[in-house]
């Protein structure tokens, strides 16, 4: 158990941020305890985020693709169905396994784990109401915090998890909806929208601004906007939600223009609200320590994720930056790095993003439009996958390679990509950028034949001179 002898570091959330941290502060000899209210290590992302959403983004795309994909590559069958209890439990299990195998590594590593609500009593001390039932009192020289985040309530919506749900909601409905309306065309709304349409629900996305996804490439995103729309996804876009009505079968909301005008009414049978997530501080009693945070609830670190209180950290969710799991990864390491008196460091100019639908969209670094705001002279390097002989041979050709890079100098300034596997074809780029690469670099990187990735290389040529392939 804890006791009361005092650990070096002590960690407040076992999500990625947290439990990363409690295993590399293990590593660097740091006496250190890992606590925990969810009774499950992994956080949001592995219980009810990145994991059992990918399992679903998996499962459902092998069913429509089953229906709709199989018969061109000559694979024919007399009939294919869902089986959601079994889509569902395939998922649960994938789930089951990851939090159990994250307590195997706080075992083999040595960290401490205490199952319970952790509340601060002092700098140095953590109050935690244990699962069993009991209390016990955790102290630490380091205090870092990794509460994570939890789902943004709108107002006039109130999540019920049945027929107004979150994404946590969403990931465990019992029946397919006929009409599922998502109120947010974010990452995970457009995720969560692809399962279900997938496997049978009419999707609508409501969406207050005039873009889906607004940090991506704008060329990029129109491209994808139209893919989701040929899937059969509906938008309504710079559209507002001004009220629920739950009181009958299904759902009715009340939306208008995000400017203000008339109101309309549309029916759903399920509403997902995936419009934003915030900051989880709540009965932490970072009050009474005096931490400060900004408006929106996050808490303010300096480059060393140090609060304003000495021996109190914080990474991950909980503090600014793009709410991604690998971000809080980053975090955590380079938190504890610092503890230990080592140097720790995390560029978020280069943290990558994805969006897992089919296909896929990856970035990193700077879109077109934030390279114009830079005032630098830029050119850019495309490839449509249309042109690639791996894409056209498996018959999944839609998408594109987009590479932006300084005019003067060729350096890469942001990269994007939309392709079946963009999320892995994207790391390419995020070394290059790393790196500080020109195309031309990667331009003159033999890339194995035939692989999707040729058409990283073919966007580099294209940037500084011209694809071959095109
Ligand atoms: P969290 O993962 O939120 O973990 C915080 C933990 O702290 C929680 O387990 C919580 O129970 C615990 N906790 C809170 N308060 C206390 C307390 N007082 N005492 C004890 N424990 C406490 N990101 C990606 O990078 N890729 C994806 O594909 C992706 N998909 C997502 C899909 C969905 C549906 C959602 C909701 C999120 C997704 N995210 C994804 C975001 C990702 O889940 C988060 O960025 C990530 O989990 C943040 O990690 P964290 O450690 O900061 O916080």
Known sequence: SSG?????????????GGYVAAIKAAQLGLKTTCIEKRGALGGTCLNVGCIPSKALLHSSHMYHEAKHSFASHGVKFSSVEVDLPAMMGQKDKAVANLTKGIEGLFKKNKVNYVKGYGKFVSPSEVSVDTIEGGNTVVKGKHIIVATGSDVKSLPGVTIDEQKIVSS?????????????????????????????GRIGSEVTVVEFASDIVPTMDGEVRKQFQRSLEKQGMKFKLKTKVVSVDTSGDGVKLTIEPSAGGEQTVIEADVVLVSAGRVPFTSGLGLENLGVEMDKGGRILVNERFSTNVSGVYAIGDVIPGPMLAHKAEEDGVACVEFIAGKHGHVDYDLVPGVCYTHPEVASVGKTEEQVKTLGVEYRVGKFPFMANSRAKAIDNAEGLVKILAEKESDKILGVHIMAPNAGELIHEAVLALHYGASSEDIARTCHAHPTMSEALKEAAMATYDKAIHI
């Open 168 to 196: 946590t909601g969403a990931l465990a409905l019992k029946e397919i909806p006929k009409r599922l309306v998502v109120i947010g065309a974010g990452y995970i709304g457009l995720e969560m929208g692809s399962v279900w």
């Open 4 to 16: 009361s002898d005092e650990n070096d570091v002590v960690i407040i959330g076992g999500g990625p």
